[in-house]
């Protein structure tokens, strides 16, 4: 008799068990068909990119055509800007080697952050914005833990000036580097030193990682478009992109197409598997400033923003190949654009250190 009550009441327990279960089942299924419902509808909105520090939004662009702000921003000239990762806050890097942050709503200066012993040439950004990446022609790297204002790490190595550098678009932990010492350099963020260095014929002016972080794409002075594996530092595949030097590379968000910009003053679009030409984009009088002259591709995946020398900044439709707006603001030439990823606003910054904001 006591075994059995004794069954019974386990019978009873495993049926509670069972009830609990079926309960959490139904509540997990309930938040994957929300959290897929949401994930849909944002797709329905925008682009949804989705790395280690999770989901990055991107909204539809709006092609601009008033200026709303004229920051004095650096004194000598401004040769990177970047937006913040889901957000309207502009990081630029000049001359002068202090980093600001801008409030673009407003035009106001935010914080600026310093440290760097030359010229900022390039910046870059960890996906979670806690980290602010600057190559510097003092030769070094320069790491900025944003929230404290410090510098974090100095990435010494390069034997010339650092003129590119990007961050791995999966994880934050990753960050590659060109200079005019003819290599590139992967570095480890979390242990602070170099993991490998490649060697070329040819100076690099720009690179980006692709966009699961195993490929770094590079833009030479010779004018050929390279991929490289960053595990073995072998060279994938290479074209000739461009007549003169490739002053600018880009990654479409999708990851599929590769903006490349010359001082030939063409923008081509590669796709990134075959290494073909999928665009071309060129406009009279649009003349690429520097050798480090950085277009943009929109959130979207819609429009090309390149600066020139004459000072006006060139929008072309990619799926027309055609231009769809030129700004004029700007009395020196555009070395950078940058646009960000909530689709508004296009920012721009000239050889004078003055940064436009358009919408």
Request: glycine residues 8%.
């Amino acid at each position: 008799m006591l075994v059995d009550r004794w069954m019974l009441q386990k019978m009873q327990d495993a049926e509670r068990l069972n009830e609990a279960n079926a309960l959490y089942e139904e509540m997990v299924d309930r938040l994957k068909a929300s959290g897929l419902e949401s994930f849909a509808r944002q797709q329905v909105d925008g682009v949804v990119r989705q790395s280690e520090e999770g989901a990055e939004f991107f909204a539809e662009s709006t092609v601009p055509s008033s200026c709303k702000h004229r920051i004095h921003a650096h004194e000598g000239g401004c040769a990177s800007i970047i937006f913040e990762y889901n957000s309207g806050r502009l990081i630029s890097g000049g001359q002068d080697r202090t980093i600001k942050m801008w409030d673009t709503r407003t035009g106001s200066l935010s914080r600026t952050l310093y440290g760097c012993l030359g010229s900022v040439l390039d910046l870059t950004l960890s996906h979670d914005n806690r980290s602010v990446i600057a190559a510097s022609s003092s030769n070094n790297l320069y790491v900025w833990d944003v929230n404290s204002g410090r510098v974090h790490h100095t990435l010494t190595g390069h034997t010339d000036k650092v003129c590119a550098v990007d961050v791995s678009k999966f994880s934050s932990r990753h960050v590659v580097s060109a200079a005019y010492d003819r290599t590139i350099k992967i570095w480890d963020l979390q242990k602070g030193y170099c993991s490998n260095t490649i060697m070329f014929p040819s100076n690099c002016n720009a690179l980006s990682f692709s966009m699961d972080g195993l490929t770094i794409c590079s833009g030479h002075v010779d004018g050929n478009l390279r991929l490289w594996d960053i595990q073995t530092g072998k060279l994938l595949s290479e074209v000739a992109a461009h007549a003169l030097a490739i002053t600018s590379i880009s990654l479409s968000r999708n990851g599929n197409v590769v903006l490349t910009s010359g001082r030939d003053n063409l923008h081509n679009l590669f796709d990134m598997r075959s290494l073909e030409v999928c665009g071309t984009l060129r406009a009279t009088g649009n003349r690429v400033a520097s050798n480090w002259s950085r277009s943009c591709i929109s959130p979207d995946d819609g429009y090309v923003a390149a600066g020139s020398a004459d000072g006006a900044v060139y929008i072309w439709s990619i799926s027309k190949a055609d231009i769809v707006s030129t700004l004029k603001e700007h009395t020196a030439p555009v070395l950078c654009c940058s646009w960000s990823g909530l689709g508004k606003p296009l920012c721009s910054a000239d050889k004078n250190g003055i940064i436009c904001t358009w919408t």
